[in-house]
Structure formats: C-alpha cells, structure tokens
Nanobody, 118 residues
Framework: DVQLVESGGGSVQAGGSLRLSCSAS?????????MGWIRQAPGKEREGVAA????????YYGKPVKGRFTISRDNAKNTLYLQMNSLKPEDTAMYYC???????????WGQGTQVTVS
C-alpha cells in the first residue's frame, strides 16, 4: 500500500522558517508520480501550495507562497520536502503531502502536519 507520512510541522513566529518532509513508501518516488503539498486552514477550502514533477525538473507554486516556499524531492530517499521561509500568520494550516500520476487527481494523501505561525 502507498503510504505518505509528513513531519516537520510546528509553531513558529512570523518571519521564521520550517522544513516539512514527506516520507513515501509503497511506491518508488522515481516512478511517474507527481507530488504536491496542499494546505487547509480551519473554515477554509483546501489550497494547493506546491507541486513537483517525477524527476523534480518542473515545479508549481500557488501565488500566496511563490518566492517564499521551495518544493523539492530526493527520489533516492523517497522523500518530498517543502522549505518554508518568511512565514506569515496566514500560512497557518494543516499541511498535507499527496501523490498520484501526473495530471490525475491526487488519490494518495498523508495524515497532515500542523503549521502555526504567530
């Protein structure tokens, strides 16, 4: 079974940084799976934060995080990352990693990791 496990969330002051990790098992990351980070704040809809192609050459960022967040993947370690800099209170949310074939709706999700910026 495909499993995704996020880590690295926590509480940080505005302007600080956090690095989220997503460890994948059940499929090799160097497969044809695109991966992404999605966040959801209380009372708000899910929002796509960033996405990355299977080989890591192509990336996408949502407008609110562009220039502050960086998505990357280490296929040898089966791990996806999200480096978050210059964090703002509005970045507070549960952050999920997700995976599926590129162009498909994400069917594989982690359990989420909470990020709180004050």
């Amino acid at each position: 079974d495909v499993q995704l496990v996020e880590s690295g969330g926590g509480s940080v002051q505005a302007g600080g940084s956090l690095r989220l990790s997503c460890s994948a098992s059940g499929f090799p990351l160097n497969s044809e799976y695109c991966m992404g980070w999605i966040r959801q704040a209380p009372g708000k809809e899910r929002e796509g934060v960033a996405a990355i192609s299977p080989g890591g050459q192509l990336t996408y960022y949502g407008k609110p995080v562009k220039g502050r967040f960086t998505i990357s993947r280490d296929n040898a370690k089966n791990t996806l990352y999200l480096q978050m800099n210059s964090l703002k209170p509005e970045d507070t949310a549960m952050y999920y990693c997700a995976a599926d074939f590129c162009g498909a709706v994400y069917n594989y999700w982690g359990q989420g990791t909470q990020v709180t910026v004050s």
